[in-house]
């Protein structure tokens, strides 16, 4: 398992043991690559406390996942370890799997935690009711730009540097949208188009290594034309389109709309370590 965790650059445990079971997503290439002779994945429809399975595909590229069917939401300053991969509608925000292992670090700042509904109608309502009163900018009718003016702007004018959300209420296995184990957190003041949630890569807030003890050194990529949260755009927007296009190869003329973006094109935020920045200065 050390060499699993030094392969993955989580960085050299302070101190031990270290509790696996703990974890809620493994590195599957650092995973097999030590030869873990661990127990068999189990099908995500029959997981149960502490089972390993198969996570999330698409946009979010989990690896392993560990499953844990209890949920608390995190205090104010704590630091978290996230997953994300950079989609060009995330204008201000930046949406974030929580994801215990994953050696990408954030400060929560100020938080507030708001529920997922069953219901994918009331999803992230209350959140929305919220952050919109008194804010000072009318939030977009379209959609998604509507979530960067609520869940950028607004949040950081109300002063919250975080929002998270709760698993969605009724889903069992726990997790949210159908995503097995994972819940949702904005982080609201970087923005979700660049994997390091800044322009300049330099400036990253985000930390890496063994509780978050150094600055995650990432790089922003070019973007796929294809790259784009999901394949089409939900209706009604399928048909009167989306305000910013979810992929460039939606944009233009209208009939593009119905042009299919791949989630799995969008480059996922990574940490190089110090061995590997170290290689491509030589380079």
């Not at 939030?139 to 979530?147: A, F, G, I, K, V």
């Not at 188009?193 to 990432?218: H, N």
């Not at 119905?258 to 061995?275: I, Y």
Request: charged share 20%; glycine share 8%; with cysteine.
């Amino acid at each position: 398992w050390e060499l699993a965790i030094h392969r993955h650059e989580i960085g050299c445990p302070g101190e031990y043991p270290v509790c696996i079971n703990d974890l809620t997503v493994i590195d599957k290439i650092a995973y097999e690559a030590a030869n873990i002779t661990g127990p068999a994945t189990v099908p995500v429809s029959e997981v149960k406390e502490g089972d390993l399975f198969e996570g999330a595909t698409g946009t979010y590229q989990m690896g392993y996942q560990i499953y844990h069917a209890t949920y608390t939401a995190l205090p104010d300053n704590a630091w978290v370890e996230v997953s994300h991969a950079a989609v060009p509608t995330e204008l201000q925000g930046f949406w974030v799997w929580r994801a215990r292992g994953s050696g990408i670090w954030y400060n929560l700042g100020r938080t507030k935690v708001f529920p997922t509904p069953a219901d994918y109608s009331q999803i992230h309502r209350d959140a929305i009711e919220f952050l919109t009163a008194n804010c000072s900018r009318k939030p977009s009718m379209s959609w998604p730009r509507l979530e960067s003016d609520i869940f950028g702007f607004c949040a950081r004018e109300k002063g919250y540097d975080s929002i998270q959300f709760e698993p969605q209420e009724g889903e069992r296995p726990m997790g949210t949208f159908g995503v097995t184990g994972l819940t949702e957190i904005v982080l609201v003041n970087i923005d979700g188009r660049y994997e390091c949630g800044v322009e300049d890569a330099r400036r990253t807030p985000l930390r890496a290594g063994w509780k978050a003890s150094r600055q995650c050194d990432c790089e922003n990529h070019g973007m796929a034309d294809s790259c784009g949260l999901m394949a089409r755009a939900p209706f009604p927007f399928s048909v009167v389109g989306t305000d910013p296009p979810l992929c460039k190869r939606q944009a233009g003329q209208f009939w593009r709309r119905w042009n299919k973006c791949d989630p799995s094109t969008c480059k996922p935020t990574l940490c190089r370590s110090p061995k590997q920045a170290a290689v491509n200065v030589v380079i």
